[in-house]
């Protein structure tokens, strides 16, 4: 099967406007999405975050930098459009990697409130435990 590159989505909300709260929210995404996906972080593209406005207090590419090995991968976070009624303190992701898995074969990951966004991509009913 030839490689190509697949996007990975999750999601999830944060408890509150800290670097500490963003911080662990995403390292708790990370290691959802790493762990369903036996993600190699040597086939990592880039990894684009978007996260609300009112979360300011840390850029969630810094918390992703500390975690081991991901300091080499090309990380951007961007702010998620303003739309009236829109889930509060959320950080999205979308990774891009090499992989000669189907896109079918990939598990996204939304956690915590965020699991509201995409229902159908609940990992709880995409994969057991």
């Not at 009236?84 to 996204?108: K, M, W, Y």
Request: net charge negative; glycine share 4%; with cysteine.
């Amino acid at each position: 099967m030839d490689w190509r590159v697949r996007g990975i989505r999750g999601a999830i909300t944060v408890k509150e406007n800290t670097p500490e709260a963003i911080a662990e929210a995403v390292d708790e995404l990370l290691d959802e999405i790493e762990a369903y996906n036996s993600l190699d972080l040597n086939e990592i593209v880039c990894v684009f975050f978007t996260a609300t406005s009112d979360l300011n207090a840390m850029f969630p590419a810094a918390a992703t930098r500390s975690r081991p090995g991901w300091d080499s991968v090309p990380l951007l976070d961007l702010q998620q459009m303003p739309v009236e009624g829109s889930l509060p303190r959320c950080i999205r992701v979308l990774i891009q990697f090499n992989t000669n898995l189907p896109q079918s074969a990939i598990v996204h990951c939304y956690l915590r409130q965020a699991q509201t966004l995409r229902p159908d991509w609940n990992i709880s009913l995409t994969v057991n435990h």
